[in-house]
Every structure is written in structure tokens, then in C-alpha cells.
């Protein structure tokens, strides 16, 4: 559920995400939110804690070189499982997957990391219709409009417009027509244009950690300025990884300027 905070809120006490490097095994805490790792110098194994107790508790696991070594995701607790499976594997630069605590036993995991022979899916939802005149590119910001399965734009300038529930998870969908978005976890661009695209930037994401927020200018657009109109909204939306790969920040905190 996304929230409103007054506008005299700190924005400094707005959530911060909890990162982390780890180059060799670690044991995930309940205060990880983004686990970053780097198996270049041998394989890694990330264990998580136990799934009891823990319902909705999410983390974020990332794999950065592209080794031969294995990253392997692993309960704590012989008893628990991820997705069915004893362990999760993360293959190749950039893989990564999001994995959400069903309160028992459970460990459900997305975003396309491998368990066993089979592909996790991602945190993808299809037949989403695009309401919206125009073509929405990759990364799109959208809000639920009134119709169900139905989406449009996001735009700062009015609470129910600025209330971004995804991003366009296909490369283009067109007016009218149906098609993927993504609700959180990493979000990954194929390009840099793509990331320039929506973001009007020059090369990608740019500084690693450099927050992006809904356009208060352009419906459907990001922009590293956090917006400062007054009677529209701040969104944070993304969080740079890479110039082509970024942490989502949804559910959304919007804050009224």
C-alpha cells in the first residue's frame, strides 16, 4: 500500500534501502535490503534466515562479476525452501532475485535467477492494457486508472496520477494495446538509450545510489531533480545499480509538496 506524508516531513527521514558487498559467504539479517555480490574470487553462499515469523520480509540479491564461480542462495534452516527447491543459483553479471518470506517455510523467489532446471518468474505481471494515447517505452512509470487491468502515465501533479504501482516491463506497448509491467525488485534496461529515454539522461543511471524520481514536468518520466512544485507530489521511484540496472522503490512513499 502506498502512503501519503505531509509536506514538512524530512525528507532525510524518508526509508533508506540497506545495502551491502559481500566477496564471500554471508548470513542475510533482518536489516539487509540489498545484497550485492561479488563471486570473483570464489564461489559464495548467501543464507538466508528462517522464513517462520518473518511474513513479507523481502530482500534483494545481486550478483556483479561474471565468473565461472557459483552464487548460491540458501535457507538457514534445513526445513525451509525457496521456491519449492533446497538452494537458488545466481548466473552471470547482473542476475538477480528478489525474494519474499511467506511467514512459515517458504522463501517465494523472482526475477530471474535459476532453481534447478527451471526459471523463476519474475515480478511480472501480463495483460496490463495501456490506457494512455501514446506508446509507454521500457520504464515507464504507470498508475492503476480507474478501469481494472487498465494503466496509465504516472504524473506528480495529482495524488491518484502520482500513485506508481510499476513500470513497463516490455520494450514498447502500444496505445490500447496490452502487454508486461513490473512491480519491484531490480529493473533492468537493455540499453542506456532505453535508461535516457525516460530519464533524460546522457550514458544510463550515471552515480550508483542516485535516486530517481517521478517528473513533475513530463507524464510518464523519471528525473534525478527531486520536484519542488508546490501541490504536486515527490515519488522516489528507482535507485541507480548500474548505468542500465536499478533498485525499485515501490510501493512508492509520496510525499505532498
Do not use: E
Not at 502520482?162 to 502487454?179: H, K, N, P, Q
Request: proline share 4%; net charge neutral; hydrophobic share 40%.
Amino acid at each position: 500500500m502506498q502512503s501519503t506524508i505531509r509536506a514538512d516531513y524530512p525528507l532525510s527521514h524518508l526509508p533508506r534501502i540497506r545495502t551491502r558487498t559481500v566477496t564471500s559467504n554471508y548470513a542475510v539479517s533482518d536489516a539487509d535490503g540489498v545484497v550485492y555480490v561479488n563471486a570473483s574470487g570464489g564461489s559464495v553462499t548467501i543464507t538466508l534466515p528462517p522464513a517462520a515469523n518473518r511474513a513479507a520480509k523481502s530482500f534483494t540479491i545481486v550478483r556483479t562479476d561474471s565468473s565461472a564461480n557459483t552464487v548460491t542462495i540458501s535457507p538457514l534452516l534445513s526445513g525451509d525452501t525457496i521456491n519449492g527447491s533446497a538452494s537458488l543459483a545466481l548466473s552471470g553479471a547482473y542476475s538477480n532475485t528478489a525474494v519474499q518470506s511467506n511467514g512459515v517455510s517458504t522463501w517465494v523467489a523472482a526475477m530471474g535467477a535459476s532453481s534447478g532446471s527451471s526459471t523463476v518468474g519474475a515480478l511480472v505481471t501480463g495483460g496490463q492494457k495501456n490506457g494512455n494515447a501514446s506508446a509507454t517505452p521500457i520504464g515507464t512509470p504507470v498508475y492503476q486508472t480507474s478501469t481494472s487491468g487498465q494503466f496509465d502515465m504516472a504524473k506528480t501533479d495529482s495524488f491518484s496520477t502520482s500513485r506508481v504501482v510499476a513500470l513497463v516491463y516490455d520494450t514498447s506497448i502500444a496505445s490500447s494495446a496490452t502487454g508486461n509491467v513490473q512491480t519491484g525488485g531490480v529493473f533492468t534496461f537493455a540499453s542506456t538509450a532505453q535508461v535516457d529515454a525516460v530519464c533524460g539522461t546522457s550514458g544510463g543511471f550515471g552515480t550508483p545510489g542516485q535516486v530517481f524520481f517521478l517528473s513533475d514536468a513530463t507524464a510518464g518520466a523519471l528525473t534525478s531533480t527531486a520536484p519542488s512544485t508546490a501541490g504536486h507530489f515527490l515519488v522516489p521511484v528507482l535507485q541507480a545499480i548500474t548505468s542500465t540496472t536499478a533498485y525499485m522503490l515501490l510501493p512508492a512513499q509520496i510525499v505532498g509538496l
